[in-house]
């Protein structure tokens, strides 16, 4: 019988165990196997429904199965799905032009997963070092943030803070500098001749949801304008409404010099990603440079392009930042000596825990039980980034089951 008609007859548990079979332990998923997402809904293969209050790290700010984007795609699919860079096709043009047009930037690099666009900022990067600024081969250096998250490529985790991304994965990629997320001094002291970026994310996802001290962003720019240093900010998981903002760069009324975006810009559907830059920049990338054979197809462009739309008409922005004023206020008045700190930027909002008295996950599997799915970060925080299409009442629903879930862990305790 094959597993697909296995899928039917056997529980939950039947089906963990037979995945750890054939599927590499480099996850530890929260115990619900699902079947069916609609909206801000997600529904389990034995009927329970969940309450999606982390929307895939934000690729479903949009909803599961958005019926614009679900119709888009389907009636791509049938016309043209995947043609390779090495021709022109009619969809792709609308879908850079639409990302120029929100981001102020002049070109985009299509690529599909965020951590191959950051490999493309990271490449346009060392290249404009060279052909533009002047820097000696093989000297250049890029700055970086320390608890960073970037992405999980070699050279990506080369320059991470985290050493269980690193163990056993050297040799590493030379020519990176790391400085306190934050520190604007630490960041100037750091920079030399030979300095070509500054990469960072406007708002930390991965270290905890960590937001940097007011007027941080500005004197980047300030500075990076000052060393003549591109200011590149990763902004897959923070961009197109998620803290509030289409890009969290708006926060301070500055543009960078090069943008990073994926997660929400494949509407929940595929994976979607970009790299985008000045024409200065990105003009040093010439054919053979660089490429990728999914990135910036037909259907991803149709699809990408409709997301964005969807993303202003609905002004998805302002409901992030309307909704996440009201669910930290509501979280804040949760009363529970579990809980240290509540912080976050729109409907992206960290819940941390007290690591000495419970662990994160305990209160993620407690909320998985009354009905809401969320997950754990480094062991101490509990993030809440639903879909933004969510509306108030489901935003009450989340924070009444995390109230009566820490009840539960602190019961136990």
């Not at 969809?91 to 929100?102: D, M, N, R, V, Y």
Request: charged share 25%.
């Amino acid at each position: 019988m094959t597993a697909m008609a296995k899928k039917i007859e056997i529980t939950s548990q039947d089906y963990i165990k037979f995945e750890s079979q054939v599927c590499a332990p480099n996850y530890l998923p929260i115990p619900a196997v699902l079947e069916r997402g609609e909206g801000v809904w997600l529904y389990d293969s034995e009927g329970r429904k969940y309450l999606d209050m982390m929307s895939a790290y934000s690729a479903v700010s949009h909803g599961h199965c958005h019926p614009e984007l679900v119709q888009v795609l389907h009636e791509q699919a049938q016309t043209l799905c995947i043609a390779s860079r090495a021709f022109y096709s009619s969809t792709l043009a609308p879908f850079l032009q639409k990302i120029c047009e929100l981001s102020g930037l002049e070109m985009v690099v299509p690529m599909n997963t965020g951590a191959e666009a950051v490999e493309t900022a990271l490449k346009a990067a060392r290249r404009w070092g060279y052909e533009i600024k002047g820097i000696p081969d093989n000297k250049a250096e890029i700055i970086v943030a320390a608890n960073n998250f970037h992405g999980r490529t070699t050279t990506i985790v080369s320059f991470s803070s985290d050493a269980d991304y690193k163990k056993h994965f050297g040799p590493f990629t030379p020519g990176f500098k790391e400085v306190p997320f934050g520190d604007i001094e630490a960041l100037e002291a750091a920079i030399t001749p030979n300095t070509c970026a500054f990469l960072v994310e406007p708002m930390q996802g991965e270290a905890g949801i960590i937001i940097p001290p007011k007027g941080y962003l500005k004197k980047v720019r300030t500075l990076c304008d000052k060393h003549n240093v591109l200011m590149i900010l990763d902004e897959i998981q923070t961009g197109l409404g998620r803290t509030g903002k289409l890009f969290a760069f708006q926060h301070e009324g500055i543009i960078p010099d090069g943008l990073i975006l994926g997660k929400a810009l494949g509407g929940g559907l595929l994976p979607i990603s970009a790299f985008v830059s000045s024409r200065e920049v990105l003009e040093t990338l010439r054919p053979g440079s660089h490429g990728s054979t999914f990135g910036g197809n037909p259907l991803s462009a149709k699809v990408g392009l409709k997301a964005l739309e969807i993303l202003e008409r609905d002004n998805y922005a302002q409901r992030s930042a309307d909704l996440g004023a009201y669910l930290q206020g509501e979280l804040k008045k949760i009363d529970s000596d579990l809980i240290t700190d509540i912080r976050g930027s729109g409907l992206w909002v960290a819940v941390e825990i007290n690591p000495q008295k419970a662990p994160a996950r305990a209160v993620c599997e407690a909320l998985m039980a009354r009905g809401v799915l969320s997950k754990e970060t480094h062991d101490t925080i509990v993030r809440l980034a639903p879909p933004l299409i969510i509306e108030k009442e489901q935003l009450d629903f989340a924070v009444g089951a995390l109230k009566e879930a820490l009840k539960e862990v602190e019961k136990a305790l």
